[in-house]
């Protein structure tokens, strides 16, 4: 799943202890596991190698331009959603050749920097959008004819947060099939952008392959009936989404996707695209916190951590779990797994709470916990994928740094911000 485990009640990232590094940048810090990030995404390299397969890690789930190199080098394309991510990569050194751009939004600035860059494909979210990529193409003439993407909403239930649903109707997102039609017979062979692929995206956090088998099933058959119309359909982006253990052995493995897909698409000559980004993120992090205080109210113990929502929003948007231990603990409280029920003697039931002036800011309601006092290190796992991305500033807040570890060395990729930082664009 990982590389950070208990060694004597101690907690290792990768080869490096936690409490050491924390000793030199302090708390909250996130700490990555390099190692985490490459295994995942070789695993899936290698889980869909029979196939024609591009797979473009997320950027917006972890953003990090020294991840981004760490990705690149590895083989991976990305998948953007803004111009900053697009610079974000280009900056990384990641192939133009292997981007997709998706989202509802596209501005007119971003399109036209992504027509410079020569990237692998717009993924189209509505015909509006299909014209003006045309329009801006028709005017500055990019070196290549850039390529579309049209996405579908397959209409198909996917089981998670309401918020992170996308591939039903009624959603922002996508096209539905009658539409589609629509879009390829008046668009498909245009002279300015070539519409030469199908996309589709259900959503996020996923716990079964079902609904990406049912996806490709569907759309399938929009393939053949496209291309018996004359549209050279060359790729298949199935978006991403797929799931990640926030609990030890609850998400399909890469190879359990791969079984469901790749037999339905081995003979239909289409590239695949994949856009994996919390499968394999959201792992390859902590988020390391002190408890600044512990306190009583009613019936409640309260865990108040350094640590609070500005950092990492999850469980206070989505209610999203996260499993918290201590980075130091009797061996014999050493946990066999991560679960919302572990059960051993000698624990209490606490909230982990930060110190933002929000109700919301919270990491945990009635958890299970060893005994801890005010110094003492937690750390909230599977916090790899959203957790900085979606950091702010909020109370004015200095965000805390990123830490690479590989083996037994680390390295900051990014500093902790400081007072100045928070007001250096307003002097």
Request: hydrophobic fraction near 40%.
């Amino acid at each position: 799943m990982d590389y950070f485990n208990y060694k004597k009640g101690k907690l290792f990232a990768e080869n490096a202890d936690v409490e050491k590094i924390v000793r030199q940048v302090g708390t909250p810090a996130y700490i990555y596991s390099k190692a985490t990030f490459l295994g995942h995404l070789a695993r899936i390299q290698k889980a869909y190698a029979r196939l024609d397969t591009t797979i473009c890690f997320s950027v917006k789930a972890c953003s990090n331009i020294n991840i981004l190199k760490v990705m690149a080098r590895a083989g991976s394309g990305f998948d953007i959603v803004s111009g900053g991510e697009l610079y974000r990569v280009l900056k990384a050194g990641g192939d133009p050749e292997k981007i997709v751009f998706a989202g509802v939004g596209k501005t007119d600035s971003e399109i036209i920097d992504s027509l410079k860059a020569g990237i692998a494909y717009f993924n189209i979210e509505s015909e509006q959008e299909l014209q003006n990529i045309i329009g801006l193409a028709k005017k500055f003439r990019p070196k290549h004819i850039p390529k579309a993407a049209l996405r579908i909403n397959p209409d198909i239930a996917y089981k998670t947060h309401a918020y992170i649903a996308t591939g039903q109707k009624g959603t922002k997102f996508g096209v539905d099939f009658n539409l589609a039609q629509k879009i390829f017979a008046d668009y498909g062979h245009s002279k300015f952008v070539n519409l030469c692929a199908i996309h589709v995206h259900l959503g996020s956090g996923g716990k079964t392959i079902d609904p990406y088998v049912a996806a490709v099933k569907k759309i399938l058959p929009l393939v053949d009936g496209l291309r018996s119309k004359g549209f050279a359909i060359e790729a298949l982006d199935i978006g991403g989404g797929y799931g990640a253990d926030y609990e030890s052995d609850t998400a399909p493995s890469a190879e359990s996707y791969a079984a469901g897909i790749v037999p339905l698409l081995k003979d239909k000559n289409l590239n695949l695209i994949l856009e994996p980004g919390k499968s394999i993120s959201a792992n390859s992090a902590i988020l390391l916190t002190r408890v600044l205080y512990t306190k009583k109210s009613g019936n409640k113990k309260f865990i108040i951590v350094d640590a609070a929502m500005n950092d990492l929003i999850r469980p206070t948007l989505y209610d999203a779990f996260h499993f918290i231990w201590p980075a130091k603990v009797n061996p014999k409280l050493t946990p066999a797994e991560r679960s919302k029920k572990i059960t051993m003697s000698g624990l209490e039931i606490v909230d982990v709470v930060g110190p933002v002036c929000e109700g919301a800011d919270f990491f945990a309601h009635d958890r299970a916990l060893p005994p801890v006092k005010k110094g003492d290190l937690l750390a909230i796992f599977t916090a790899g994928a959203y957790g900085f991305t979606m950091s702010s500033n909020y109370n004015a807040r200095c965000r805390p740094p990123e830490i690479l570890v590989e083996g037994n060395k680390f390295k900051v990729i990014r500093k902790r911000e400081s007072y100045n930082d928070l007001i250096a664009l307003e002097k």
